[in-house]
């Protein structure tokens, strides 16, 4: 079950729920996602998902379902992680596993819910993530979300036989008002 907790036009967070780790396991398993994400090197069990899952929320991180309104479908998820509580500073990343999904704008959508949750709702200062080079889809929808970009590490992941310089990404609680739709 799903529960409206943020929403835009198409799209609403939802809490995570543990039941879902199924379908996140397929999701992360697929080296198409996984690639961009960093961690197709990894095995992802069931059993490691849903304790991923079920210890999320417990650690001071906000990780949300993204579920279309329309049918509420699951899309994908979203979540940030508090890394300076005095400064203000999180860590954003998600990705839209439904393969169907991909290349209609709720990754955009929901990078820009996600992140209005953090500058309206937590009192964000700054969000950063990081994106691999490779991922012109997910730097494309950083930049229409209003993220700029910050810098590069230079050959930060391993992948298909190469190395990959990992983007840095970010915006600012000043740059989201300036922006703001």
Not at 16 to 27: F, G
Not at 92 to 113: P, V
Not at 142 to 165: P, V
């Amino acid at each position: 079950m799903y529960y409206k907790k943020y929403e835009s036009e198409r799209l609403y967070l939802s809490p995570l729920n543990a039941e879902d780790y199924p379908i996140y396991t397929k999701w992360i398993n697929d080296e198409t996602l996984a690639s961009g994400l960093g961690n197709f090197k990894f095995n992802t069990t069931e059993l490691s998902e849903k304790e991923w899952i079920e210890n999320s929320c417990k650690k001071g991180e906000h990780h949300f379902s993204i579920v279309r309104k329309e049918d509420d479908k699951l899309l994908g998820t979203y979540g940030l992680e508090i890394k300076d509580n005095v400064s203000r500073r999180m860590h954003m990343g998600g990705f839209i596993g439904e393969k169907s999904e991909r290349g209609k704008g709720y990754g955009t959508e929901a990078l820009k819910l996600i992140t209005k949750f953090a500058f309206e709702i937590l009192n964000a200062e700054t969000i950063y993530s990081g994106i691999f080079s490779f991922n012109e889809a997910s730097l494309k929808s950083a930049k229409k979300a209003g993220y700029s970009i910050a810098g590069k590490y230079r050959n930060a992941y391993f992948y298909n036989g190469k190395f990959h310089d990992e983007i840095c990404v970010e915006i600012t609680k000043e740059d989201y008002i300036k922006n703001k739709d």
